[in-house]
């Protein structure tokens, strides 16, 4: 490649203003397209809302994103890096950006909450033992969370199992974080104080986010911009008060009576 | 028939030697099963074929013929090509390499018994590939296996007179040259089977600690 057209295309393809782009990304599971054709950026410290029905590709993204899954075609940037195809250190270096929590919380069952949370820092970013237990320790105190350090995490409840993998994502210092239908697992008393937690962290911290979510009051409050998936395609976006109140496609409008 | 118990005391000081060729047996066959077994599963799970298709044929082959016909290979085969080791040793090499294809299928059955979110989590967080296995993989997949290790230490328990063949006096060789030498038959073999059932029920016993142990 020539130094100019490489020029030309870090300028328009990957403006430093862009911390993840996604260019014609195809993903399909069979014969079912699930993201057909996608583009989108998001620019750092942003909250981006992914909503819309079930099956319309937008886990998928966030899986994506997380290297958990590849696109079929299409191209993924992080902070001007590209994915796949990548070599194995680029996509670790990546990953290092993102973090991610899962609707199933996914902890460690066979480590104490303390060790779930120190376990990446010290393998990872070869953080000392104190060091990232003095973080843990911190982070746990953030989710409210602080007296359960040594519990395993089966005892507790499902919404105190998802404040812990909220610390465990934070604890590896994202630009990124991921949140995969983080409530839709819990009992339904459980939910806000998960919510509450993730306003505090959207408020407080210049993490990008990138939320998938059906609940659509949290989406309101976060989000810089919400974007309207249906069959694998953003059929709408803009800032939560003209999603919510005023939306130009009909299908947005059907989607949101039906989940309001 | 009648009950001698001086045939019982004659016999207890071969007794003890038989028992202790026994525990030799098992011990270093569970050791060797335990171990082996799961770096077959683990040797399964590599990406290569070139690895997986060699190693599925030797455990496949060897977990469908007789333990018994890879005693004598093994005893009398073996010291043709030059390698010579004691009886004891060959017997307990054959009964854990022969039991190793059977708990490889049990460390397969845990590994896949981990949810796929473990792994989604490990990746996450950027865990390296080894680290994966040894602190989220293997310690959940283990603790589900252990009850099921657990029989193949008794099945193998109740596999080691069959070292007799290879002249190993394990405890029922031992009881049956006692029978042969005194024409008492009863009394030996009640010992004997008396002492099975008691190491069956003491592996049992340790195997359910250690359970406990590792789901604490």
Known sequence: ?260 | MKWDWNAVSDFMPEFWHGLLVTLQILALGSLLSFTLGLVWALLMRTPSRWVRWPVGVVTEFVRNTPLLVQLFFLFYVLPEWGLTFSALATGAFAIGLHYSTYTMQVYRAGIEAVPVGQWEAATALNLPRRRTWTAVILPQAIRRVIPALGNYVIAMLKDTPMLMVITVLEMLGRARLFSQQHFQFTEPLTVIGVAFILISYLASLLLRALERRLVR
Do not use: W, Y
């Open chain 1, 1 to 260: 490649m020539s130094v100019e057209t490489r020029t030309k295309s870090s300028v328009t393809d990957a403006p430093s203003s862009e911390l993840i782009r996604l260019a014609g990304v195809t993903k399909r599971f069979g014969t079912n397209t699930v993201l057909d054709q996608l583009d989108f950026s998001v620019q750092p410290g942003k909250h981006v809302t992914l909503i819309g029905p079930s099956g319309s590709g937008k886990t998928t993204i966030l899986r994506l994103l997380m290297t958990l899954t590849k696109p079929d075609e299409g191209t993924i940037t992080v902070d001007g890096q590209q994915l796949f195809p990548a070599p194995e250190k680029q996509i670790r270096e990546v990953r290092k950006k993102i973090g991610m929590v899962f609707q199933q919380f996914n902890l460690f069952p066979n480590m104490s909450v303390l060790r779930n949370i120190t376990e990446a820092p010290v393998q990872v970013l070869g953080m000392s033992r104190d060091e990232a237990e003095a973080r843990a320790r911190e982070l746990l105190d953030l989710v409210g969370l602080a007296d359960k350090c040594d519990a395993r995490p089966t005892r507790l409840s499902g919404g105190q199992q998802q404040r812990v993998a909220i610390a465990r994502a934070l604890a590896m210092r994202p630009q990124v974080l991921l949140l995969d239908e983080v409530t839709s697992a819990l009992d339904p008393e459980l939910v806000a104080g998960v919510l509450d937690l993730l306003r505090d962290i959207a408020r407080s911290t210049d993490i990008t986010m990138l939320c998938v979510t059906h609940e659509m009051g949290f989406a309101r409050d976060i989000s810089d911009q919400v974007l309207m998936f249906d069959s694998g395609r953003v059929i709408e976006s803009g800032p939560p008060e003209k999603i919510f109140s005023d939306p130009d496609q009909d299908r947005t409008r059907e989607f949101l009576s039906a989940v309001l």
